[in-house]
């Protein structure tokens, strides 16, 4: 069982960063696959970013290639998404999620934090 805790959120100004982080308890945390997905509102949560458990393997949605930097660090059971260049459409609930797959889709990833807000203002 792993239980994620995200932060960071907040309201950012269009073009500034905000680094969001997913804190892990639990057991095995460095085995976990980790992802950050986002709902914006009235939409469906969408992927964002995936990482594998060694940290060498990132994948992106196209939208956010090139402006978001998903990374982890074991030792911290932590797993971080640097968000940079921030458009008002990036405006959601982010959510970090575990899984033991790399995956775009949110039902192979069995453990969930409760979301943090990002508010970008143009």
């Known amino acids: 069982q792993v239980q994620l805790v995200e932060s960071g959120g907040g309201l950012v100004q269009a073009g500034g960063s905000l680094r969001l982080s997913c804190a892990a308890s639990?057991?095995?945390?460095?085995?976990?696959?980790m992802g950050w997905f986002r709902r914006a509102p009235g939409k469906e949560r969408e992927f964002v970013a995936a990482?594998?458990?060694?940290?060498?393997?990132?994948y992106y949605a196209d939208s956010v290639k090139g402006r978001f930097t998903i990374s982890r660090d074991n030792a911290k059971n932590t797993v971080y998404l640097q968000m940079n260049s921030l458009k008002p459409e990036d405006t959601a609930v982010y959510y970090c999620?575990?899984?033991?797959?790399?995956?775009?889709?949110?039902?192979?990833?069995?453990?969930w934090g409760q979301g943090t807000q990002v508010t970008v203002s143009s």
């Open positions: 999620a575990g899984g033991t797959v790399i995956a775009r889709t949110e039902s192979r990833y069995a453990y």
């Open positions: 639990g057991r095995a945390f460095s085995t976990y696959v």
């Open positions: 990482i594998n458990w060694r940290g060498d393997g990132t």
